[in-house]
């Protein structure tokens, strides 16, 4: 599946950012879905996870409580809503898919087969 994320920008702290991952090429409610960054000069870290049906979805442990991740099959469309956005969220985020089974997601950037291009986020103190 190809996927191109977008929604990025830049914003001040506290403020609010909704990421998209538009998906195309086979069938999306085929696959999982998970959302990661990389700040300059740090690893990639896992920031959520959603299941094919959207009935699951997972958070890293620091977006916890203020990210929240849905997805749209209909539309072919993955989210990420950012809320109360801190500076150390400065990164580029990234989707990521892998073609799997009902109830299952993956929050290891390993577990996932095909990636989207990345969108800059940076949040000014």
């Known amino acids: 599946v190809q996927l191109q994320a977008s929604g990025g920008g830049f914003v001040q702290a506290g403020g609010s950012l909704r990421l998209s991952c538009a998906a195309s090429?086979?069938?999306?409610?085929?696959?999982?879905v998970g959302w990661f960054r990389q700040a300059p000069g740090k690893e990639r870290e896992y920031v959520a996870a959603i299941s094919r049906a959207g009935t699951i979805t997972r958070y890293g442990d620091s977006v916890k409580g203020r990210f929240t991740i849905s997805r749209d099959n209909a539309k072919n469309t993955v989210y990420l809503r950012m809320n109360t956005l801190k500076p150390e969220d400065t990164a580029v985020y990234y989707c990521?898919?892998?073609?799997?089974?009902?109830?299952?997601?993956?929050?290891?950037?390993?577990?996932?087969?095909?990636w989207g291009q990345g969108t800059q986020v940076t949040v000014s103190s």
């Open positions: 990521a898919a892998r073609q799997t089974v009902t109830g299952a997601y993956y929050t290891r950037a390993g577990d996932y087969v095909d």
């Open positions: 090429g086979h069938t999306f409610s085929n696959y999982a």
